[in-house]
């Protein structure tokens, strides 16, 4: 005959004890994932909200700023090339469509814009994107080589308006920044170093004029 173990239901007992410990640590943990993943996507969709009201606005102040720059045209930023701001996963960047004339029907992208056109469009977009999150320092450099001489004082006129805000330093071989300047330095050579004087608008003035003339 065989020994009967005497100690199988106590044995018993304690792995029974062991699986209902396991169980109720697994719906413990099963409730947790459920109430992170709501928590995640929660989180997710706030973030999305968000980018979908910061788009929103950047693309007002575009419009806005657009028109400054050029008054007898027109601009708008797209979402992604679907235009469909509630597909945020998707969107791999935004696109431009601007006029720069009275035929606001006939809007243009930016890869086929000339060089002083995509200044326009990154100034203003630069602008709507500061309105949004401003920061108190700028530095432009030659900022208004490519733009004629309207587009030169409409970019001057708006920068000098946001300079109440806004630190600025430009460089410029242009008059139309110059004038709306509160400050001007002059860049110069003495032997193999640079020197920079301080100097008055007038003089500033002078200073571009010899240099478009030679």
């Not at 929660?42 to 979908?52: G, S």
Request: hydrophobic share 35%; proline share 2%; net charge negative.
């Amino acid at each position: 005959m065989m020994t009967v173990n005497t100690t199988s239901p106590f044995g018993f007992e304690k792995l029974k004890e062991d699986i209902n410990g396991i169980s109720h640590c697994k719906e413990k943990l099963t409730e947790e994932l459920e109430s992170t993943t709501q928590t995640i996507g929660l989180l997710e969709e706030k973030k999305n909200e968000q980018i979908r009201y910061t788009f929103r606005q950047v693309q007002k102040y575009f419009s806005h700023f657009f028109q400054k720059l050029v008054p007898a045209g027109e601009g708008t930023i797209q979402w992604g090339d679907k235009n469909d701001p509630s597909d945020v996963e998707s969107c791999t960047g935004v696109g431009f469509q601007v006029s720069f004339n009275k035929e606001k029907t006939k809007m243009k992208e930016l890869k086929v814009l000339s060089g002083g056109q995509k200044t326009v469009v990154s100034l203003a977009f630069i602008f709507s994107i500061q309105k949004c999150d401003p920061v108190h320092f700028y530095l432009f450099d030659e900022v208004d080589a490519a733009l004629d001489a309207d587009r030169r004082q409409f970019a001057a006129n708006l920068i000098k308006k946001k300079s109440a805000t806004a630190q600025f330093i430009l460089t410029t071989f242009r008059p139309e920044l110059v004038y709306q300047a509160d400050k001007c330095f002059m860049v110069k050579m003495l032997g193999t170093s640079s020197c920079v004087q301080e100097i008055d608008n007038d003089q500033a003035i002078h200073f571009i004029q010899e240099q478009i003339e030679m």
